[in-house]
């Protein structure tokens, strides 16, 4: 680049060209879970360039000010101004602290600042329909309605059969979650590590205009015609708020809602012997589906686990509740013994004479062993790992907390040949 108009063409072109893969949006889609890609992956892609195409448009923005006295009776510099401006707040709102403590409000702000930004460089650059800035936003532009086109259809085909609105789901009121269980019309071919958005319109007022992925927890076939997929959503700030709460859970609400999916990629564990699952709070929703395919697979002769522990640590034990009917069924389907569930309970105890440090034992056969201190992650891995069957691996979907202590343990154990793999869903 010989001088500063050089640069000065190319930051905008470049802010640009970043558009056309911002154009696909944040919320997962068909075409990027063809590629590969997990949800916080491709939210991570989608974030750093957005950063960039931001970054470059401020410099871009600059440079021309710099260059020439700003003329405010300009409609194109000042559109160029505005979508600077709207760029960079794009930039602050996006910043993790706001993402995760209003994300409503994120969201819609972020909506109307990306229309601002494109309406904006559309006033901005050169009037001819086909110079090189104006086809990539119209590339960028037809990208963003295809893919809501395609979206609306595959919404349509999941929620509506025999041209009636078919998806409901029923919602139980749990200790600090719910428990929603989603009657699927059109069902499809359930595996461990899906998740898919749902939206419940009768929620709220609001709740019509939001859709949150969320692990597929459990299944199971509720006649010839429906199944239904269970999900475990824990209480928050948002959109859970909206949601009926009852005083107990055997009370229920059943409400219409928008299934959209299922999303996400497996993680491949059937070929290793020794298979230790560590979970922690809301985590168990993304590890209970693997058990339950592991089982299946091992009675079907197709999985090679001939161990299966699974640690789940939780802040009360009021939270046991969230599947405690499922761990009784794992056990009953777990005719050979290979399945080990041991829970951990850091405080909050409800059973009488519990106190910190006492074990207990639960399920059938008292096969479920409760431990009312915290996850002493060393000690369990080493233990599983001396006695292990087969090659080894370690699925986490725990917080940072413990994930990091899953992980400085592993760092020790190089000389063990052991796995580590981590689902794509992080609880807090």
Same mark, same amino acid.
Request: proline share 3%; hydrophobic share 45%; with cysteine.
């Given at each position: 680049?010989? @001088?500063?108009?050089?640069? %000065?063409?190319?930051?905008?072109?470049?802010? +640009?060209?970043?558009? #056309?893969p911002?154009? $696909?949006? &944040?919320?997962?889609n068909?075409?990027?879970s063809?590629?590969?890609?997990g949800?916080?992956?491709?939210?991570?892609?989608?974030?750093?360039?957005?950063?960039?195409?931001?970054?470059?448009?401020?410099?871009?923005?600059?440079?021309?000010?710099?260059?020439?006295?700003?003329?405010?009776?300009?409609?194109?510099?000042?559109a160029?101004?505005?979508?600077?401006?709207?760029?960079?707040?794009?930039?602050i709102?996006?910043?993790?602290?706001?993402?995760?403590?209003?994300?409503e409000?994120?969201? @819609?702000?972020?909506?109307? %600042?990306?229309?601002?930004v494109?309406?904006? +460089?559309?006033?901005? #650059?050169?009037?001819? $329909?086909? &110079?090189?800035?104006?086809?990539?936003?119209?590339?960028?532009c037809?990208?963003?309605?295809?893919?809501?086109?395609l979206?609306?259809?595959q919404?349509?085909?999941?929620?509506?059969?025999?041209?009636?609105?078919?998806?409901?789901?029923?919602?139980?009121?749990?200790?600090?979650?719910?428990?929603?269980?989603?009657?699927?019309?059109?069902?499809?071919?359930?595996?461990?590590?899906?998740?898919?958005?749902?939206?419940?319109?009768?929620?709220?007022?609001?709740?019509?205009f939001?859709?949150?992925?969320?692990?597929v927890?459990?299944?199971?076939?509720?006649?010839?015609?429906?199944?239904?997929? #269970?999900?475990?959503?824990?209480?928050?700030?948002?959109?859970?708020?909206?949601?009926?709460?009852?005083?107990?859970?055997?009370?229920?609400?059943?409400?219409?809602?928008?299934?959209?999916?299922?999303?996400?990629?497996?993680?491949?564990?059937?070929?290793?012997?020794?298979?230790?699952l560590?979970?922690?709070?809301?985590?168990?929703?993304?590890?209970?589906?693997?058990?339950?395919?592991l089982?299946?697979?091992f009675?079907n002769?197709?999985?090679?686990?001939?161990?299966?522990?699974?640690?789940?640590?939780?802040?009360?034990?009021?939270?046991?509740?969230?599947?405690?009917?499922?761990?009784?069924?794992?056990?009953?389907?777990?005719?050979?013994?290979?399945?080990?569930?041991?829970?951990?309970?850091?405080?909050n105890?409800?059973?009488?004479?519990?106190?910190?440090?006492?074990?207990?034992?639960?399920?059938?056969?008292?096969?479920?062993?409760?431990?009312?201190?915290?996850?002493?992650?060393?000690?369990?891995?080493?233990?599983?790992i001396?006695?292990r069957?087969?090659?080894?691996?370690?699925?986490?979907?725990?917080?940072n907390?413990?994930?990091?202590?899953?992980?400085?343990?592993?760092?020790?154990?190089?000389?063990?040949?052991?796995?580590?793999?981590?689902?794509?869903?992080?609880?807090?």
């Amino acid at each position: 680049m010989h @001088n500063r108009t050089e640069i %000065l063409q190319r930051t905008g072109l470049l802010s +640009i060209v970043n558009l #056309v893969p911002l154009a $696909l949006g &944040s919320h997962m889609n068909s075409i990027v879970s063809c590629c590969g890609l997990g949800y916080e992956a491709y939210n991570a892609i989608h974030r750093w360039m957005g950063r960039v195409a931001v970054i470059e448009g401020v410099i871009h923005v600059i440079l021309a000010v710099v260059s020439q006295t700003p003329n405010l009776h300009s409609s194109t510099q000042v559109a160029a101004s505005v979508a600077a401006s709207a760029m960079t707040a794009i930039l602050i709102t996006s910043l993790s602290i706001a993402r995760h403590h209003f994300y409503e409000i994120f969201l @819609n702000i972020h909506r109307v %600042l990306t229309v601002i930004v494109v309406t904006a +460089i559309w006033i901005h #650059v050169p009037g001819k $329909l086909l &110079s090189i800035p104006t086809i990539y936003l119209l590339v960028a532009c037809c990208i963003w309605a295809s893919l809501h086109l395609l979206r609306t259809c595959q919404i349509l085909y999941r929620n509506f059969r025999n041209w009636e609105y078919s998806c409901k789901v029923s919602i139980e009121s749990l200790p600090d979650a719910y428990q929603v269980h989603a009657k699927i019309s059109r069902p499809w071919k359930y595996r461990a590590g899906q998740y898919v958005y749902l939206c419940v319109p009768g929620a709220s007022y609001s709740a019509f205009f939001q859709s949150h992925p969320y692990m597929v927890a459990w299944w199971y076939a509720y006649d010839k015609d429906w199944d239904v997929v #269970v999900f475990i959503i824990q209480r928050q700030t948002g959109f859970t708020q909206s949601l009926p709460s009852g005083s107990s859970s055997s009370q229920s609400t059943e409400l219409r809602a928008i299934v959209e999916g299922p999303y996400g990629m497996e993680i491949h564990l059937d070929e290793y012997g020794t298979v230790l699952l560590f979970a922690t709070g809301i985590g168990i929703a993304g590890q209970l589906p693997y058990v339950k395919q592991l089982l299946e697979n091992f009675h079907n002769y197709d999985a090679k686990a001939r161990r299966i522990a699974l640690f789940w640590q939780v802040d009360s034990e009021e939270h046991l509740k969230w599947v405690g009917q499922w761990m009784t069924d794992l056990l009953e389907q777990d005719s050979e013994y290979v399945l080990d569930i041991r829970l951990f309970v850091t405080g909050n105890y409800i059973t009488n004479g519990a106190e910190h440090g006492m074990v207990g034992r639960v399920g059938k056969h008292d096969r479920i062993i409760v431990n009312y201190r915290g996850l002493d992650v060393e000690n369990l891995i080493r233990s599983e790992i001396e006695g292990r069957k087969g090659r080894s691996v370690i699925s986490l979907c725990v917080n940072n907390h413990v994930g990091e202590q899953v992980r400085e343990v592993v760092r020790q154990m190089l000389d063990k040949d052991i796995h580590l793999k981590e689902l794509p869903f992080h609880p807090l």
